[in-house]
């Protein structure tokens, strides 16, 4: 789930870096992984890690985030261009996440997770990158919920609920090892969505 597939062209060891960060954070979390591990991982030579990270590996948890972040990002933004509505958008959005985590076994999840638990807020560098993947992701939805006719202020908490189920039913699902909570929590949110459209229909 959440691969990051990134083009390998130069600096294509840099890239290698952060896709085997991301994939062990994602599945043993940020402490249990040392930078050898990444390194190992990642096939790139020792001196390319500091090389492309002088910051170690607190820096290359900001990385895994921002572009953790954005591959979701992508991935809402390709819904909202194809799907008529929020409500469509986030039940589509929950079908693929189902896919994702139960094609791992349930040992992945949110590509960002597992690093923001550990690190915020003590690491100032993944807070400010959390916080603004957060609101991009936030801004695709409450955006879609807008040019639906829904305020814009209910549009954002809106949003921000619907992230928040989001986040919090991937990790259920693992524990549950069952898609059942992402299904449940984001068809409710989507249901808030449909209402809120309605809502914003009545003259």
Known sequence: MFKLQLVATP???REALVRAAADLFRRQGYAATGLNEILKSSGAPKGSLYHYFPGGKEQIGT???RVGGQLVANTLTELADNNPDAGSLLREYSRLLVGWVSDSDFHEGSPITTVLLELAPDSESVTAAGQAVYRQWSSILSDSL???????????RLAVLAVSALEGSLVRARVEQSGQPIIDSLGEV???FDGAIAAAKVP
């Open 146 to 156: 807008i040019a639906s006719g829904v305020a814009h202020t209910r549009a954002e």
């Open 11 to 13: 600096p294509k060891h």
């Open 190 to 192: 989507a249901d808030l």
């Open 63 to 65: 990385e895994v985030v």
